[in-house]
Every structure is written in structure tokens, then in C-alpha cells.
């Protein structure tokens, strides 16, 4: 295991990922991912989905919450870090490792992995920029190919929630995603919150997440309504 030391603590980081599920049958998939990083999570819990969600998570060994509000109460004082991961996303090997040593040499307190298309290298979303309404505004074009063309770090809008890791402590101070929103929605509104809070929102290119396609609808978010 890396061991990524944190420029406010001479502790190595600890790091939560949250899977927010709707599909039992992805879920092996991601859980592999998560179990080859490079820095591995020291949990990894499930929050949404049905009862077939419940069988799998069991069946995989999982902890299993229906509100992150609970999530707060169970994980450890230790944890430093919750990594937001949809369950159809397939992270590199690197991706947490990443996004832990570049978010935390920079001093960000959001950070996003790079999304590309599964399959292919058709990127789906580097972040960006906002408009006067607060919808996203993206440079990438339809189709566009990842060549490497954006891989540098950059403070950002917003970022989608796909994969999102964020410090615990503006997590819980946020109250987390808004569950009443959509996913793209809930990414925006949560990173412009935490600019307002004057945290640094940034896109972390070499961390790179491989999305099965666009966030569905349904995807449970983590609810501020119940912090």
C-alpha cells in the first residue's frame, strides 16, 4: 500500500469510498477496481439501492447504509478523506493515489478524476467551467478522443460526481450531495458550495475513471437534507 502523507497531519490518510449503487450486478466490478488500487480505501460501504443492492453488498462483504448521515456516526475519527464513486464507473489502478497526492500537494479539498467512455478512450468529462445560470460548460467536443490534450491540474466550476474525493471534514461541513438533484446536478451545486466555502475544486486528469455511460437519473446522492 502508498502511504500519502497529509501537509496538515504527519498521519498517512484514510480514506472512506462510497459506492452509490442502483444496480446489484455492478457492483462486483467496481469492488475488484477498489480492491487493486495502488492506495486502497480503508472501507468501502454501499448507500442506495434495493434489496438486491443489500444481497450483493452481503454477499461482497460490504458495510451497507441507506443515509450517509449514518455514515458519519460508524466510520472512524481517523478518516480523512470519502471518495464518491457511482457503481458503474471502473477506476484505474492509480486513480485514488492520484487524486490524494496531487489534491493534497496543491491544497484541494475537491478533487475529480478524469471520466472516459468505457471501451474506448472518448472522454466523457475533465470539469469545467459554469455558465451565468449555472449550467456546465464544457470544452470537450462530441466524440473527442483523450490524447492527453487536457491533462494538466486545474481549478474547476464543477466537477460530475462519478468519482469525487473529498476532505471529511467539508464534507460533513457541507451536509454532502443534495439527493434531491440529479447526478450532474448534485456534482455543480456541491462544487460551487464549495468554492463559496473557499475550498479548491480541481480536476485531477492522471486520475483517470472509466464510466459505463451517462449518470443515470436514478442514482441515489448523498442526502444533506438528513445530516
Same mark, same amino acid.
Given at each position: 500500500?502508498?502511504?500519502?502523507?497529509?501537509?496538515? !497531519? !504527519?498521519?498517512?490518510? !484514510?480514506?472512506?469510498?462510497?459506492?452509490?449503487?442502483?444496480?446489484?450486478?455492478?457492483?462486483?466490478?467496481?469492488?475488484?477496481?477498489?480492491?487493486?488500487?495502488?492506495?486502497?480505501?480503508?472501507?468501502?460501504?454501499?448507500?442506495? +439501492?434495493?434489496?438486491?443492492?443489500?444481497?450483493?453488498?452481503?454477499?461482497? +462483504?460490504?458495510?451497507?447504509?441507506?443515509?450517509?448521515?449514518?455514515?458519519?456516526?460508524?466510520?472512524?475519527?481517523?478518516?480523512?478523506?470519502?471518495?464518491?464513486?457511482?457503481?458503474?464507473?471502473?477506476?484505474?489502478?492509480?486513480?485514488?493515489?492520484?487524486?490524494?497526492?496531487?489534491?493534497?500537494?496543491?491544497?484541494?479539498?475537491?478533487?475529480? !478524476?478524469?471520466?472516459?467512455?468505457?471501451?474506448?478512450?472518448?472522454?466523457?468529462?475533465?470539469?469545467?467551467?459554469?455558465?451565468?445560470?449555472?449550467?456546465?460548460?464544457?470544452?470537450?467536443?462530441?466524440?473527442?478522443?483523450?490524447?492527453?490534450?487536457?491533462?494538466?491540474?486545474?481549478?474547476?466550476?464543477?466537477?460530475?460526481?462519478?468519482?469525487?474525493?473529498?476532505?471529511?471534514?467539508?464534507?460533513?461541513?457541507?451536509?454532502?450531495?443534495?439527493?434531491?438533484?440529479?447526478?450532474?446536478?448534485? +456534482?455543480?451545486?456541491?462544487?460551487?458550495?464549495?468554492?463559496?466555502?473557499?475550498?479548491?475544486?480541481?480536476?485531477?486528469?492522471?486520475?483517470?475513471?472509466?464510466?459505463?455511460?451517462?449518470?443515470?437519473?436514478?442514482?441515489?446522492?448523498?442526502?444533506?437534507?438528513?445530516?
Amino acid at each position: 500500500m502508498m502511504h500519502v502523507m497529509s501537509d496538515a !497531519s !504527519s498521519a498517512a490518510p !484514510s480514506v472512506t469510498a462510497v459506492i452509490l449503487a442502483t444496480d446489484a450486478d455492478r457492483l462486483g466490478a467496481v469492488v475488484t477496481a477498489l480492491g487493486e488500487q495502488t492506495f486502497t480505501p480503508s472501507e468501502v460501504v454501499v448507500v442506495g +439501492g434495493g434489496s438486491a443492492v443489500d444481497r450483493k453488498a452481503t454477499e461482497l +462483504g460490504l458495510s451497507r447504509y441507506s443515509e450517509v448521515a449514518v455514515l458519519r456516526s460508524e466510520v472512524g475519527p481517523d478518516v480523512t478523506h470519502v471518495w464518491l464513486l457511482h457503481d458503474d464507473v471502473i477506476p484505474k489502478e492509480d486513480a485514488l493515489a492520484s487524486l490524494l497526492i496531487d489534491g493534497t500537494r496543491i491544497g484541494a479539498a475537491v478533487a475529480g !478524476s478524469k471520466l472516459v467512455r468505457a471501451g474506448g478512450r472518448e472522454l466523457e468529462s475533465i470539469g469545467g467551467l459554469t455558465d451565468a445560470f449555472g449550467d456546465p460548460v464544457s470544452v470537450i467536443e462530441e466524440g473527442e478522443l483523450d490524447q492527453g490534450q487536457y491533462d494538466v491540474i486545474r481549478d474547476v466550476a464543477y466537477l460530475p460526481s462519478a468519482s469525487l474525493l473529498v476532505r471529511r471534514d467539508l464534507f460533513r461541513g457541507l451536509g454532502g450531495l443534495d439527493r434531491m438533484l440529479p447526478p450532474e446536478a448534485a +456534482g455543480i451545486d456541491f462544487a460551487q458550495r464549495a468554492r463559496l466555502a473557499g475550498a479548491r475544486v480541481v480536476i485531477i486528469p492522471s486520475s483517470e475513471v472509466a464510466h459505463v455511460g451517462a449518470c443515470a437519473e436514478g442514482m441515489p446522492e448523498i442526502g444533506r437534507a438528513h445530516v
